[in-house]
């Protein structure tokens, strides 16, 4: 069941996915060459802390960071660690806040120094892919809408979409229905009903699109150990497009 959001809900939704963002923010303004990813993780505990909230991540089904912070060939959900990152590295920032009940959650991948063109196509395209996925999301259209954009995107500039994830539904818990593939056809799917909120979610891989998790049960990474790239914004779906809550 889709569940769709009352004003006061919306209000709360919009205050939840500021500060997601406001975290975002402050994480990627932090990346540069020799930091490790527990001083990101560092940074966005400082930030959540002084906006009052707190981490959606924090022990959500035994997750043990604040924040995932994925190089690479790491898809979602890296663990925080002694890892420093290095010039010419790609860095996937996932936040997710929880604020007087509801949830923002939100991620970018962000360059560390110079990168290759390879890299940066990614990234672009990642972008635009998610840009797509949200101009197709308006009141009525179908989960097969918002998926058939994020791959068509991905493909058409030589790209695979994990299949192994998806967005999601969010609101007073951090997953809610519907589930949202990276990969579908347009007009197929559950109906997304007005003032409904998703967590659109872009996973694009530089190589073929199967993934594996690491021994530590959390950390995804391409099969291939090519780079992958994520990108997410929570919305809210009104009758003539989206309000980005996240930006």
């Known amino acids: 069941m889709i569940y769709t959001k009352s004003p006061d809900e919306i209000i709360g939704m919009r205050n939840a996915c500021r500060f ?4 975002r923010i402050a994480v990627g303004q932090s990346i540069r060459p020799g930091i490790t990813t527990k001083e990101l993780e560092d940074v966005a505990a400082k930030k959540i802390k002084s906006l009052g909230a707190k981490s959606a991540f924090l022990g ?17 959900h890296g663990i925080p660690s002694r890892q420093k990152l290095k010039e010419g590295d790609i860095v996937g920032i996932d936040v997710g806040v929880k604020y007087n009940g ?8 962000f360059p560390v120094g110079k990168i290759s063109q390879e890299a940066k196509k990614l990234l672009s395209v990642s972008e635009d892919a998610l840009c797509n996925a949200i101009k197709s999301c308006i009141a009525g259209c179908r989960v097969g809408d918002i ?24 609101g007073r818990e951090l997953h809610e229905d519907p589930q949202i593939p990276n990969y579908g056809s347009a007009g197929i799917g559950l109906r ?18 199967h993934v594996k998790i690491l021994e ?19 919305v809210l779906v ?5 309000e980005i809550l996240t930006k």
């Open 20 to 23: 997601a963002a406001e975290v």
């Open 60 to 76: 959500y089904r035994g997750y043990p960071g604040i924040l995932c912070v994925s190089v690479n060939e790491v898809v979602i």
């Open 102 to 109: 509801f949830f923002g959650d939100t991620a970018e991948t």
């Open 147 to 170: 998926s058939s954009a994020i791959q068509t995107t991905a493909e058409e500039n030589g790209f695979s979409v994990v299949r192994d994830f998806v967005g999601h539904g969010i």
């Open 192 to 209: 997304i009903p007005e003032n409904s909120c998703l967590a659109i979610e872009v996973m694009l891989n530089q190589g073929d699109w």
């Open 216 to 234: 530590d049960d959390w950390t995804v990474e391409t099969l291939d150990k090519k780079l992958s790239a994520h990108f997410e914004h929570t």
């Open 238 to 242: 009104k009758k003539d497009g989206c």
